[in-house]
């Protein structure tokens, strides 16, 4: 934290003297040929005719000046984005695909630690197995872990120790194309792609057709309103063209991951950054999605956790609580109070 903010202050810094370097570039000249203008003036060397056309001499010159610094600060902005690129590409593998493949589906974490800084650990030996087909619902405090455990269990990193499998094979061990048809991950964060709307959803599997983009839509409640739009799956998303409110992207990233087809899903608080209105039609429109399915559901909303069929309690890096909705309630541990907290 120390050096991001000294980093931030020596930018201001730099920020505050080219600003004013700027201004005086830009008005220093207009303050200059004004005095000399005056003064020649006062002594009858110039008229005033000819004070103006040298004040009109130097404002023609702000104009290229001004749209080279323009050009100067997108070479900087496009040099920034191409480092960003290359450097993207010079990061290592993270993983090295096997040839081993999984037998079953059942996905089981043993052991779990994972730190994002050397020696901060912010899962503490977790232990979890997941039955096919359950959905398993995964409370607790801001911080405590949640979202960290969900992207272990979708094999997007790679635990300090102990291991994810699926069917007993490592999930980071397995080719990337054959880890997303068996575990995907959804997040708060939905992104359309500039393209048309059948390619959002069918970037999941290329080889789908028209039917197949429909179906998966009808099922998640979106068919309708794409029906309605300008050129139906044909209408052009992204930056400059139609534009989609939230639930809507949320809706269409779900069409994706349906086509993906996988057994087990990750949803880490999914529709946390829609309405409530908007979530609540969401989640039932996703019952169809979830259905057959092994589903981790990350949440704050504990009306998600009411209908799991079991309930893990996240605190501190540990699963502290681990049962059905009346168990832990029973039990009057901290989902007991969570619980009363939500329905007060």
């Known amino acids: 934290m120390e050096v991001s903010a000294e980093a931030e202050r020596y930018g201001l810094v730099l920020r505050n003297v080219l600003f004013v370097v700027m201004d005086l570039a830009f008005s220093l000249p207009r303050v200059v040929t004004l005095g000399i203008g005056a003064l020649l003036y006062t002594r009858g060397v110039v008229t005033l005719g000819q004070i103006t056309a040298a004040m009109l001499y130097i404002e023609t010159f702000y104009g290229p000046f001004d749209r080279l610094v323009g050009v100067v600060d997108e070479l900087q902005v496009g040099i920034a984005s191409t480092t960003r690129l290359l ?3 010079e990061v290592p593998p993270d993983r090295t695909p096997g040839t081993e493949r999984p037998d079953g589906e059942e996905l089981t974490g043993r052991d779990l630690r994972y730190a994002y800084r050397e020696g901060e650990d912010v899962l503490h030996g977790v232990d979890l197995a997941l039955r096919p087909g359950e959905r398993l619902a995964v409370v607790g405090p801001s911080g405590s872990g949640k979202s960290t455990l969900g992207r272990l269990l979708a094999g ?3 635990p300090r120790t102990g291991s ?4 007993g094979v490592d999930l980071v061990a397995l080719p990337l194309e054959e880890l997303r048809r068996r575990v995907a991950l959804v997040t708060q964060e939905h992104h359309v792609f500039r393209g048309t709307v059948r390619d959002n ?3 999941a599997r290329e080889d789908a057709d028209d039917e197949e983009v429909w179906r998966a839509l009808a099922t998640v409640d979106a068919a309708a309103w794409v029906r309605a739009l300008p050129a139906g799956l044909g209408t052009v998303l992204g930056s400059g063209h139609h534009v989609l409110t939230p639930g809507q992207a ?6 994706r991951l349906l086509l993906a087809d996988p057994h087990t899903l990750i949803l880490d608080e999914a529709t946390s950054l829609i309405d409530p209105r908007t979530a609540r039609h969401l989640e039932g429109s996703m019952h169809a999605l979830l259905t057959g399915r092994t589903v981790v559901a990350i949440a704050h909303r504990l009306h998600t956790a009411h209908d799991a069929d079991r309930i893990a309690v996240v605190q501190d890096g540990r699963i502290v609580e681990l049962g059905s909705h009346d168990e832990l309630v029973a039990a009057e541990g901290e989902y007991a109070a969570l619980w009363r907290a939500w329905t007060s």
């Open 87 to 89: 450097g993207i590409a």
């Open 164 to 167: 994810v499998t699926v069917g």
């Open 156 to 158: 997007i990193h790679a």
């Open 201 to 203: 959803v069918a970037l």
């Open 250 to 255: 949320q809706q269409v990233a779900l069409a």
